[in-house]
């Protein structure tokens, strides 16, 4: 079993929906989680990071932490053509340690 | 934001012969940078951890003697795939942590490696 499981998508939906997407893990030391947004042929692009359970927003975008679940999600209001992408969740244990990366959701937002 | 240059983008080479791939951070220094792999439609494969001033720390499975990784600056850290294949064609992305605590990591632009 993977560390970390992600959604695999491919998720499509109109211009203006809300979508979530989810992460779930098995690692409890895990304190750190991340979400990257990946454009084709691109390097993963840092949206949010959060440290341990909680929420966190920044414009469009909302990061949810249950560490009680093993369980995060993000959140992207009024989505937009532009946000179609592939998006990793990544956690870790530690400050400076190696991050554990899902295996990605691919976005589609049709106009 | 942090920025995190890779070189080259993409890369084409004849088998047997070798590549270096370079990864800057542009404006921060980066003590700790990371080295990936990415297949098509496949998430990262962490490949080696990177300290500046010491041996890199390679993942299970990593052969250290095919993928060279030498971290000479606070700045600069090199992957040189050396002797390739054609089954070593893929992605290769760098990442830099910033900051002393490696809070948070910023991702280079990838550099593809095509083998013939």
């Known amino acids: 079993q993977k560390e970390v499981e992600q959604d695999p998508g491919p998720l499509s939906v109109p211009e203006g929906a809300i979508v979530s997407l989810n992460c779930t893990y098995s690692?409890?030391?895990?304190?750190?989680f991340m979400w990257y947004r990946q454009y084709s042929r691109k390097g993963p692009e840092l949206l949010m990071y959060t440290y341990s359970s909680g929420n966190k927003e920044d414009g469009r975008f909302t990061a949810q932490v249950d560490k009680s679940s093993k369980y995060i999600s993000l959140f992207i209001r009024d989505s937009q053509p532009s946000d179609s992408a592939t998006y990793l969740c990544?956690?870790?244990?530690?400050?400076?340690?190696?991050?554990?990366f899902g295996d990605g959701t691919t976005l589609t937002v049709k106009p | 934001g942090a920025v995190v240059s890779q070189h080259p983008s993409w890369v084409i080479c004849k088998s047997g012969t070798s590549v270096k791939i370079e990864c800057r951070s542009l404006?921060?220094?980066?003590?700790?940078m990371f080295w990936y792999r990415q297949f098509p439609k496949q998430s990262l494969m962490l490949m080696a951890t990177s300290n500046e001033g010491s041996k890199a720390t390679y993942e299970q499975g990593v052969e250290k003697d095919k993928f060279l990784i030498n971290h000479a600056s606070l700045t600069l850290s090199t992957l040189t795939v050396t002797s390739a294949h054609p089954e070593d064609s893929s992605f290769y992305i760098c990442?830099?942590?910033?900051?002393?605590?490696?809070?948070?990591?910023?991702f280079g632009e990838g550099s593809w490696l095509t083998v013939v």
């Open positions: 990544a956690m870790k244990g530690t400050n400076a340690g190696k991050s554990t």
């Open positions: 404006d921060f220094q980066a003590t700790t």
């Open positions: 990442s830099a942590s910033l900051g002393l605590s490696g809070n948070t990591i910023y």
């Open positions: 690692n409890s030391a895990f304190q750190y």
